[in-house]
């Protein structure tokens, strides 16, 4: 599945929700199964500073394929970085840059999050683009 389809599904199965409060259980949910990220990469290098919560992301590569994990304290911030594990994690650079980052703006998730986690999300994309 190319990372278009994978956001597209995303995007369907996030839009078949009736409500913002299913939608942001949803990502609670998502979030409370994230493995934990290990603690010495749990650091400045990692932290997302525009979050208020303890939020940390890393994006690397690994035997050719972008690999994604991070850890949040707070349950929102986590889902958004298992639903960005969950679309990325695996894809090529090739795939990445050929496609355009569109999930959050296609679901009203960037409309409907407080500024904090807004500017978290936008920090976390752009950190997945600086390969």
Request: net charge negative.
């Amino acid at each position: 599945m190319t990372l278009t389809e994978k956001q597209m599904q995303f995007v369907e199965l996030f839009l078949s929700m009736e409500s913002w409060n299913e939608r942001f259980q949803y990502l609670i949910d998502a979030g409370s199964v994230l493995p934990d990220m290990p603690g010495h990469l749990k650091c400045e290098a990692t932290r997302i500073q525009s979050c208020t919560s303890r939020t940390y992301f890393r994006a690397f590569w690994s035997g050719g394929v972008i690999r994604i994990e991070g850890w949040s304290n707070a349950s929102i911030p986590a889902g958004l970085i298992a639903v960005i594990k969950d679309i990325f994690d695996g894809c090529t650079a090739g795939e990445l840059m050929g496609t355009d980052i569109n999930f959050h703006t296609e679901t009203g998730l960037l409309q409907n999050l407080t500024e904090q986690r807004k500017a978290g999300l936008l920090e976390m994309t752009t950190r997945m683009r600086m390969f």
